[in-house]
T-cell receptor, first 118, second 116 residues
C-alpha cells in the first residue's frame, strides 16, 4: 500500500527562524515521484517541487530546500529564514510510478499548517 | 497562457438540486482530476480522466458524474446535491507540455460549494 505521512499537523515559528516540514512515504514501487505543494490562506494549491526516486540530489531554491533520503523514505522540506508570507498549509504527495493501475494519481499527506509570526 | 480555470468560484445551492462545476485547461494536458477538500480529510480524489472519453472513479465518487468530450474540459456534476457535498472542489491537470513540469498536477483556483 502507498501512504504519505506528515506527522506535524501544525507548526508555529517566529519570523526568521528556520523550519523543517517532515514527509515520510511508503511505496513498493521502484520508480516513483514526490511532490510538495503550498496552499496559502487564499486557498489555491501551488506546485513547489517534483522529485524522481532515482535522483537523490537535494535541491535548493532560494530560501527553500528539500532533502530526499530513500534510506529513510523521507522527503523533508526546509524553509530558511522564514517569513510571514510562508504561512500556509504544505502538502507532500507521492505518485507511485506509471504503471497501468496508477494513472498519475497522487497519494496525499494531510498537510502541515505553518504559521510564521512577526 | 491561462492555465487551468474553474467556474463558478462560489456556489450556493439547495439539497436535491443538480449542480455542474466547470473546469477548463489550456495546456492540452491529457490527464485531469477532480478533488474535494474537507477539514480533517485533506484532498480526496473524486474522478479522474486519462484522455477525452476516458474517465474513472477515484476515492469518493458516489453522488458525482463526470464527462470529458473534449481534452480541455472536465465538468463535474452533482446529480442531486446533499449537505455532505458542501466542500471546496479543485480541478487539476497533468501531462507533458512545455512550461509545465512533466506529469505534475496543476490546480485550478477551486470552487467553494455550499449545499443548504
Amino acid at each position: 500500500a502507498q501512504k504519505v505521512t506528515q506527522a506535524q499537523t501544525e507548526i508555529s515559528v517566529v519570523e526568521k527562524e528556520d523550519v523543517t516540514l517532515d514527509c515520510v512515504y511508503e511505496t513498493r514501487d521502484t520508480t516513483y515521484y514526490l511532490f510538495w505543494y503550498k496552499q496559502p490562506p487564499s486557498g489555491e494549491l501551488v506546485f513547489l517541487i517534483r522529485r524522481n526516486s532515482f535522483d537523490e540530489q537535494n535541491e535548493i531554491s532560494g530560501r527553500y530546500s528539500w532533502n530526499f533520503q530513500k534510506s529513510t523514505s523521507s522527503f523533508n522540506f526546509t524553509i530558511t529564514a522564514s517569513q510571514v508570507v510562508d504561512s500556509a498549509v504544505y502538502f507532500c504527495a507521492l505518485c507511485g510510478g506509471y504503471n497501468a493501475g496508477n494513472n498519475r494519481k497522487l497519494i496525499w499527506g494531510l498537510g502541515t499548517s505553518l504559521a510564521v509570526n512577526p | 497562457d491561462a492555465g487551468i480555470t474553474q467556474s463558478p468560484r462560489y456556489k450556493i445551492t439547495e439539497t436535491g438540486r443538480q449542480v455542474t462545476l466547470m473546469c477548463h485547461q489550456t495546456w492540452s494536458h491529457s490527464y485531469m482530476f477532480w478533488y474535494r477538500q474537507d477539514l480533517g480529510h485533506g484532498l480526496r480524489l473524486i474522478y479522474y480522466s486519462a484522455a477525452a472519453d476516458i474517465t474513472d472513479k477515484g476515492e469518493v465518487p458516489d453522488g458525482y458524474v463526470v464527462s470529458r468530450s473534449k481534452t480541455e474540459n472536465f465538468p463535474l456534476t452533482l446529480e442531486s446535491a446533499t449537505r455532505s457535498q458542501t466542500s471546496v472542489y479543485f480541478c487539476a491537470s497533468s501531462g507533458v507540455r512545455r512550461r509545465t513540469s512533466t506529469d505534475t498536477q496543476y490546480f485550478g483556483p477551486g470552487t467553494r460549494l455550499t449545499v443548504l
